[in-house]
């Protein structure tokens, strides 16, 4: 499995993305998908996830803020990102698995390049 990730960019506070990552082959629809991302400095940590039946999963500090939406038809998840803030500047990366274990576990099996989001004050 293959994943690209695309829709970083520069952005101000407050502001709007929207991340895509897709996936190749028709697997991906029976993998759960994964957004991390990996701010200048510091670790890497789990954003948000679907499983395969569609359920989501998003870090406290991002929920409400952050949406996350597969379309298996386009072998696709998307990252919709709202309200933007500085502390949301990082690397993302998307991820996929088959394991079943918790979407927010970073075991996941598969990864994309990372694609840079930067938010200004």
């Known amino acids: 499995v293959q994943l690209q990730a695309s829709g970083g960019g520069l952005v101000q506070a407050g502001g709007s993305l929207r991340l895509s990552c897709a996936g190749s082959?028709?697997?991906?629809?029976?993998?759960?998908v994964g957004w991390f991302r990996q701010p200048p400095g510091k670790e890497r940590e789990f954003v948000s996830g679907?499983?395969?039946?569609?359920?989501?999963v998003h870090a406290n500090s991002v929920k409400d803020r952050f949406f996350i939406a597969r379309d298996n038809a386009r072998y696709t998840v998307s990252l919709q990102m709202d309200s933007l803030k500085p502390e949301d500047t990082a690397v993302y990366y998307c991820?996929?698995?088959?394991?079943?274990?918790?979407?927010?576990?970073?075991?996941?099996?598969?990864w994309g390049q990372g694609t840079l989001v930067t938010v200004s004050s």
């Open positions: 991820a996929a698995k088959a394991l079943n274990s918790a979407l927010a576990k970073d075991d996941y099996e598969y």
């Open positions: 082959g028709r697997t991906f629809s029976t993998l759960a």
């Open positions: 679907v499983n395969r039946a569609g359920s989501t």
